[in-house]
Nanobody, 121 residues
Framework: QALLVESGGDLVQPGGSLRLSCKVY????????IGWFRQAPGKEREGLSC????????YWADSVKGRFTISRDNAEKSVYLQMNSLKPEDTGIYFC??????????????WGQGTHVTVSS
């Protein structure tokens, strides 16, 4: 059974940066894709980005393209989301998730508990 644990959420001022981490247990990053999702207050959860075992990256949300970067460190069993030029609308709970295969898709099977990001002055 997979376990995903997010960390790195914080309160940050507009224009600032944060790096979120997703530690993955029970899955090899060589063979599974990992995605980042966000649920803003009062909104549905949306897919942001994903990286597969071949290092192919996908950015689903136009709002984060050019500002967010997904990466992974197999030795650390972790996937990261570097977030720059943060805006108040980036506020929300950020989740990492994995499907049961090495393919980036929005329909994920394993989910972390989430980490809170607040962008406010």
């Amino acid at each position: 059974q997979a376990l995903l644990v997010e960390s790195g959420g914080d309160l940050v001022q507009p224009g600032g940066s944060l790096r979120l981490s997703c530690k993955v247990y029970g899955l090899s990053l060589d063979y599974y894709a990992i995605g980042w999702f966000r649920q803003a207050p009062g909104k549905e959860r949306e897919g942001l980005s994903c990286i597969d075992g071949y290092d192919h990256t996908t950015y689903w949300a136009d709002s984060v393209k050019g500002r967010f970067t997904i990466s992974r460190d197999n030795a650390e069993k972790s996937v990261y989301l570097q977030m720059n030029s943060l805006k108040p609308e980036d506020t929300g709970i950020y989740f990492c998730a994995a499907p049961r295969l090495n393919m980036c898709k929005r329909d994920m099977d394993f989910w972390g508990q989430g980490t809170h990001v607040t962008v406010s002055s």
